[in-house]
Every structure is written in structure tokens, then in C-alpha cells.
């Protein structure tokens, strides 16, 4: 593995349904971030961590829920998925320390709730 | 809620053009400034981080105003591969605290 990688690449989820999109990154970063992105609306982030064991609500995080065990792992899970949930989500990390601090994206997953 | 403003575009410039995009945040105390460039359905990344000085990387010069709060990114003699989105970042706080991010601004390069 090299820099962030995400899964699954797409999917085609049913309304209601539980579905949880993975994150790793192999940079041991402190910082993790998971964003949405919609046409017209730009990046939106969901949920972020700022260190394992730790994580915090960003601008639109209702429906979605994030767990932070170790400094690889950011899952991102949709307890029950809901058409409005369709959009293409990034995960992406950043060492945590300075003020310049680049984030560094993953491909992302393009998920379509029907 | 923070705000970073871009003119959205797009811009449709040929071969060997300069073209400029500027960007309005609305925080006075943000601390940190960025440009990530973002292909057709492809993640963003970093193309330059903006200093107060002004910074310059070969045919990109980026440039903060913060007396009026903007920034801006000029291309010298555009390219065919420059055809991308341009997102304009603020970092509020420092550190590892969230990056906001500008809607983007749509460059089209053409021959």
C-alpha cells in the first residue's frame, strides 16, 4: 500500500441499508477526514480524527458514523443509507502538525443509494 | 459556518494563455492557504501552498492578500493538461484542524 486507499471503488446500495466504506492509509498520520462531494456543492466534510481514539463531527455528519481504533483505519459507516446519501466520498489524511498541513486524498468510493 | 468564495467558471482560455482565479475567505484569523487541483473524477491534490511572501513553482505563481482577505493563483502559458478544477483552500485554525474548502473554479485549456 502506498499513501491512502479506499473501498469498495463504487456501489449500488438499496435504501435502508447498512453500509460501511473503508479507509487505510499507510503514512502513519495523525489526522484523518472524511468528505463528501456533490455537483454545485464542493467538499463537505462528514466526520474527521484528529488522533487514534479520537473523532470529531464536521459540517454534515448526521447519517453517518466514524470509528478511529488505530492510526490506519477510518471507517466511515451509513447506519441506513438514504438516497440523498449519493455522492462520491474522499478520505484523506494529514500528519497533524504545523500549520502547513497537506491533506493527502484517497481515489474515493462513488456511492448511488436507490 | 466559514466561508471560501471561487468564481465557479468556467474558464475557457487557449494554448499559451495567462489566466488568473482569485479566492475570498471570510475568516481574518485563518491561518494557512492552499490550491489543490482536481481532475474529472479523480481526488484532489495539492498543487502549491500560499505564503504570505507570495510563492512562485515554475508557470504557477500564487499570491495572499490578507488586508483584503484573498487569494489567487496565476497559470503562465497554459497548457493542454492544466484543463482541471482549482479548489481554493483556508486552513482556520492550524495544525491538523479541518481545511475548508472553496466550490472550485473549472479551467478548460484549449488547442
Known amino acids: 500500500i502506498a499513501g491512502i486507499t479506499q473501498a469498495p471503488t463504487s456501489q449500488i446500495l438499496a435504501a435502508g441499508r447498512r453500509m460501511t466504506l473503508r479507509c487505510t492509509q499507510d503514512?502513519?498520520?495523525?489526522?484523518m477526514y472524511w468528505y463528501r462531494q456533490d455537483l454545485g456543492l464542493g467538499l463537505r466534510l462528514i466526520h474527521y480524527?484528529?488522533?487514534?481514539?479520537?473523532?470529531g463531527k464536521g459540517e454534515v455528519p448526521d447519517g453517518y458514523s466514524v470509528s478511529r481504533a488505530n492510526t490506519d483505519d477510518f471507517p466511515l459507516t451509513l447506519a441506513s443509507a438514504v438516497p440523498s446519501q449519493t455522492s462520491v466520498y474522499f478520505c484523506?489524511?494529514?500528519?497533524?502538525?504545523?500549520?502547513?498541513?497537506?491533506?493527502?486524498f484517497g481515489p474515493g468510493t462513488r456511492l448511488t443509494v436507490l | 459556518r466559514k466561508e471560501v468564495e471561487q468564481d465557479p467558471g468556467p474558464f475557457n482560455v487557449p494554448e499559451g494563455a495567462t489566466v488568473a482565479f482569485n479566492c475570498t475567505y471570510s475568516?481574518?484569523?485563518?491561518?494557512?492557504f492552499f490550491w489543490y487541483r482536481q481532475d474529472c473524477r479523480k481526488e484532489p491534490k495539492l498543487l502549491m501552498s500560499?505564503?504570505?511572501s507570495g510563492n512562485e513553482d515554475g508557470r504557477f505563481t500564487a499570491q495572499l492578500n490578507r488586508a483584503s482577505q484573498y487569494i489567487s493563483l496565476l497559470i503562465r502559458d497554459s497548457k493542454l493538461s492544466d484543463s482541471a478544477t482549482y479548489l481554493c483552500?483556508?486552513?482556520?485554525?492550524?495544525?491538523?484542524?479541518?481545511?475548508?474548502f472553496g466550490k472550485g473554479t473549472r479551467l478548460s485549456v484549449i488547442a
Open positions: 475568516n481574518s484569523a485563518s491561518q494557512s
Open positions: 484523506a489524511s494529514s500528519q497533524g502538525q504545523g500549520d502547513y498541513n497537506e491533506q493527502f
Open positions: 483552500v483556508v486552513n482556520d485554525y492550524g495544525g491538523n484542524t479541518p481545511l475548508v
Open positions: 503514512m502513519r498520520h495523525n489526522a
Open positions: 480524527s484528529n488522533t487514534a481514539g479520537t473523532t
Open positions: 500560499v505564503y504570505s
